[in-house]
Each structure stands twice: as C-alpha cells, then as structure tokens.
C-alpha cells in the first residue's frame, strides 16, 4: 500500500523553526517528485514547495522563500521540510503529497502534522 | 501572483448534476487537477489533466476546459459526494502549482 505519513509538527513561537519529515512507503520513492502543501485552520489549501526526484529542481511558493528549504533522502524514504523565521500566518495542517508520473496530479497525500506557531 | 477562481460554493439535490467551475488566465496552456477534501480528511485527486479520471473514482465524476474556465461535472450527485472540492493548475511558468479557493458542494 502507497502511504505517506508526515511528523515533526507542533507549537512553536514567532521566529523559531521546526523541520516536518514525510516517510514514505509501497512505492519506489527515488523515482518521485515530492510537494508539501498547506492548509490554515479553516481554509483553502496552498502549495508550499516541490522537488523532483534527484532534487534537481525545487521550487517555492514566494510566501516561503527564503525561509522554508525542501529536501530528501532517497535512501531513507523521506520528504524534509525545514521551515525557519516562522509566522503566525505559517500556522497550519501540513500535507506532503506524491506527484504521480507524466503530471497527473498530487496522489497520494499524507494525513497532515498540524504546525502551530503563537507566542 | 496568478490566482484560480472558484465559487465558494455550491448546492445541489441528490441525483443532480453539479458544476463546480474554476477559472485562470493560464488554463489553455496549463492542465487543470481536482481535488475533493471531506471534513477532517486529506484531499483525494478526482480529475486530472482536464479530463482524465483515476482509477477508482467513480463515472459520475469529469471534467471539462474551455479556454480559461475548466468545469468539475458530478452527474447523479450523492450525498456522500458532499466536500470542498478544490481546482489546480499550474502558473505559465510551469514551475508553480496554484490552488483555487475551493469550493463547498452541499446536497440538499
């Protein structure tokens, strides 16, 4: 079974970092581009960060760069995000998602780790 | 920054045919996703490139483009089809991927 399951979310302050990781499972992951996408309490999603499967190419939302990096480690099945210099506005449900091949769309999805950051 | 627009929502009575459109500047030249999120869940892919349905999901759900405007069709709506259903694309540099705001299917 394809299961992505995301950790690493959590209260933290205005100005602190927190690193989210995706571990992913049932499929060939090097061969994958990965996507982190967010949802504020009540809202729509946003796409935050993408990277092809070689990290070759990444690319952010302008809402998070500078202060989000994505990275992986295909050896380790994973998805990073580290996420510095956050705001009250970066408080939301954090998915990772798989791109599926030939662009056809984000499937599967993880479950979400909530990041909450408040003083 | 390019921007995919939805309606907020949508009501439709069980066994109808519901449209859900969404619209941007970038939709001749990029594909269009959705994505259907029922309360407290992850979303689900529904369509993709425009058209293409994955497997699994059922017949009543396809869709369409016409220019800058891409439609989400649930012919024969169920309850259990009640969501947010949310359009994606991506911006002309292909190098973005956009979210509309979503737009909330009710059955009446």
């Known amino acids: 079974e394809v299961q992505l399951v995301e950790s690493g979310g959590g209260l933290v302050k205005p100005g602190g970092s927190l690193r989210l990781s995706c571990a992913a499972s049932?499929?060939?992951?090097?061969?994958?581009?990965m996507n982190w996408v967010r949802q504020a309490p009540g809202k729509g999603l946003e796409w935050v960060s993408s990277?092809?499967?070689?990290?070759?190419?990444?690319y952010y939302a302008d809402s998070v760069k500078g202060r989000f990096t994505i990275s992986r480690d295909n050896a380790k099945n994973s998805l990073y995000l580290q996420m510095n210099s956050l705001r009250a506005e970066d408080t939301a449900v954090y998915y990772c998602?798989?791109?599926?091949?030939?662009?056809?769309?984000?499937?599967?999805w993880g479950q979400g780790t909530l990041v909450t950051v408040s003083s | 920054s390019y921007e995919l627009t939805q309606p907020p929502s949508v009501s439709v009575s069980p066994g109808q045919t519901a449209r859900i459109t969404c619209s941007g500047d970038a939709l001749p030249k990029q594909y269009a996703y959705w994505y259907q999120q029922k309360p407290g869940q992850a979303p689900v892919l529904v369509i993709y490139k425009d058209s293409e349905r994955p497997s699994g999901i059922p017949e009543r759900f396809s869709g369409s483009s016409s220019g800058t405007t891409v439609t989400l069709t649930i012919s024969g709506v169920q309850a259990e089809d009640e969501a947010d259903y949310y359009c994606?694309?991506?911006?002309?540099?292909?190098?973005?991927?956009?979210f509309g705001g979503g737009t909330k299917l009710t059955v009446l």
């Open positions: 990277i092809s499967s070689s990290s070759s190419y990444i």
């Open positions: 049932g499929f060939t992951f090097s061969s994958y581009s």
């Open positions: 994606q694309s991506a911006d002309s540099s292909g190098t973005h991927w956009v």
């Open positions: 998602a798989r791109d599926r091949p030939s662009s056809s769309g984000f499937d599967p």
